[in-house]
């Protein structure tokens, strides 16, 4: 629960954009990351990556927009996002610590940490939403270049695959944990 806690950023800078302006949509959603990563400190939790990366990318974007000649059209901002996620997801697969073990390690007891069925299953939910993220930004980059493609086409494809990575989530973890029960129900005593 709290990783999707975690995306409330994402979700409110998605919401905003088609009710109001992207510099409002960024401050609002810098606002909602800076919360989020926020509640984790005083909590006494870990300073998630995904968390503290999307209050950069945001704030970083609307200090862009508040200084840049040109501002960015809302699918331009919707790109920049989507690569600055899909950085974050790459990153922590690339230095071994997928986004998502840090969510995992608080939801379950400290024994568990280690085990290599729990690692493995962090990288995969890293990898669906690495996915995920990236048929968004390939849905987001279609609408920029190819406008003759319907808008509700792309905007099926981003909610398809944030979706999916969601459901994958919630569904993937309780499989291996029902396998690992499976596991220990039939070993000789």
């Known amino acids: 629960m709290a990783m999707f806690f975690t995306l409330a950023?994402?979700?409110?800078?998605a919401a905003l954009?088609?009710?109001?302006?992207?510099?409002i949509s960024l401050a609002a959603s810098a606002a909602v990351a800076f919360a989020v990563f926020g509640w984790d400190v005083v909590r006494g939790r870990s300073v998630k990556m995904?968390?503290?990366g999307a209050f950069v990318l945001f704030a970083a974007l609307l200090a862009y927009h508040q200084v840049a000649d040109k501002a960015l059209?809302?699918?331009e901002v919707r790109i920049a996002v989507d690569c600055g996620?899909?950085?974050?997801a790459l990153t922590s697969l690339a230095i071994r610590f997928?986004?998502?073990l840090q969510y995992a390690r608080e939801a379950v007891e400290p024994e568990i940490h280690q085990q290599p069925r729990f690692i493995?299953?962090?990288?995969?939910l890293t990898w669906v939403w690495s996915g995920a993220i990236a048929l968004m930004l390939i849905a987001d980059i279609v609408a920029v270049y190819w406008p003759s493609i319907p808008v509700w086409t792309c905007a099926a494809i981003v909610f398809a695959a944030?979706?999916?990575?969601?459901l994958f989530t919630q569904w993937y973890p309780k499989k291996v944990m029902a396998l690992v029960a499976a596991e220990i129900s039939t070993k000789p005593a």
Do not use: C, D, W
Request: proline share 9%; aromatic share 12%.
């Open 50 to 52: 995904l968390a503290t």
């Open 85 to 88: 996620m899909l950085t974050i």
């Open 17 to 23: 954009t088609m009710l109001s302006t992207v510099q």
């Open 73 to 75: 059209s809302p699918t």
């Open 120 to 124: 493995r299953t962090s990288y995969i």
């Open 162 to 166: 944030r979706n999916s990575a969601s």
């Open 98 to 100: 997928p986004f998502t």
């Open 9 to 13: 950023p994402f979700g409110t800078f």
